[in-house]
């Protein structure tokens, strides 16, 4: 894999500050309305990071791990139902540790912002369902 404008940015700064453009990690990250805050990962990604990944396809995703697999994580967004697998640490760009909404940084250690990581995912079945059922909502009233 080639190194992309986000890895040279990081590589050259030693983080990575933009906004983020898509709708796979709302509510946590509007697109147009927030940055996120990027840095290299030293260690392996743990249960409830989001990572900035770069697929085989060159594609760029911010995701978040819901499962660490001895060869690979399971990822999904916030906003998705569906998980990807197979992201290897090959793919790992860097890692978010805030979020600068309204010129405020919320850090990943920041007590409400694990809570929202721990009640959304940690109820990610009940979630992924109604995330599903919107979806088709909205493609029928398309």
């Known amino acids: 894999m080639n190194k992309s404008s986000f890895e040279e940015q990081l590589e050259k700064n ?3 500050i933009y906004t983020n453009k898509g709708d ?6 509007k697109q147009d309305r927030d940055l996120v805050v990027i840095e290299p990962v030293h260690d392996r990604l743990k249960k409830y ?3 900035l990944y770069k697929r085989d396809n060159g594609k760029h995703i911010l995701h978040r791990v819901l499962k660490v697999r001895r060869d690979d994580y399971v990822m999904c967004g916030d906003n998705r139902w569906a998980k990807e697998y197979g992201i290897q640490d090959r793919h790992i760009i ?7 909404r309204n010129g405020k940084e919320i850090k990943v250690t920041d007590t409400k912002y694990r809570l929202y990581v721990h009640l959304w995912c940690d109820l990610f079945p009940v979630r ?4 599903h059922v919107i979806s088709k909502i909205r493609r029928i009233m398309l």
């Open 14 to 16: 030693g983080r990575l």
């Open 128 to 131: 992924a369902f109604i995330v």
């Open 49 to 51: 990071d989001v990572p």
């Open 94 to 100: 860097g890692v978010l540790t805030a979020v600068i």
């Open 24 to 29: 796979s990690m709302m509510p946590l990250i």
